[in-house]
């Protein structure tokens, strides 16, 4: 699908002509900046692009509850990091995206460090170019280091046009 680049994904397209490991690491801490919240928690972007987005996190006492595993509201920003962004790679400098609805079930504890896969299909990204406004449901999977899934998400992003 041909797509105008949007800021978001120009800085990637920079970054992507680093080696492998530091434009993780160039990438994770220019997001930071975006978003400085997701620095303080230690989120790293594994893999960034316009349909799949890996982000993840380290099960570290500064992001864990009281039962040594990564605290919900830190699974929660996992997951609303890796739909965001996924979303930020497509939507167009003129138009804001925001968050509309997260719904997310926690289903069993989870063991060790966690990891989010977000994915947009291509229509839904045609959408966000071709529509002035609208929102669309990010499908995203939360998984630990077992490889199961903790959490269930559901999380609706829409976007407008900017305001001048």
């Not at 220019?30 to 996190?57: D, H, K, N, Q, Y």
């Not at 079930?105 to 896969?117: C, E, F, T």
Request: contains cysteine; glycine residues 8%.
């Amino acid at each position: 699908m041909s797509t105008k680049p949007n800021s978001m994904s120009r800085m990637v397209a920079k970054a992507s002509r680093l080696p492998g490991g530091l434009r993780n690491l160039v990438v994770s801490r220019l997001f930071g900046r975006v978003v400085p919240f997701l620095g303080t928690a230690g989120l790293r972007f594994e893999e960034v692009g316009p349909e799949r987005l890996v982000v993840s996190i380290q099960n570290r006492r500064k992001v864990q509850n009281h039962i040594k595993g990564v605290h919900a509201a830190a699974m929660a920003l996992l997951a609303e990091t890796a739909s965001g962004f996924v979303m930020a790679m497509n939507v167009p400098d003129d138009k804001l995206m925001l968050l509309k609805s997260m719904k997310i079930d926690y289903l069993q504890r989870s063991q060790g460090n966690m990891r989010a896969v977000a994915t947009l299909r291509p229509e839904q990204i045609a959408a966000v170019h071709q529509e002035e406004k609208g929102n669309t449901q990010v499908e995203v999977l939360v998984t630990d280091e077992s490889g199961g899934a903790p959490i269930q998400c559901e999380m609706v992003w829409a976007w407008v046009p900017k305001k001048r």
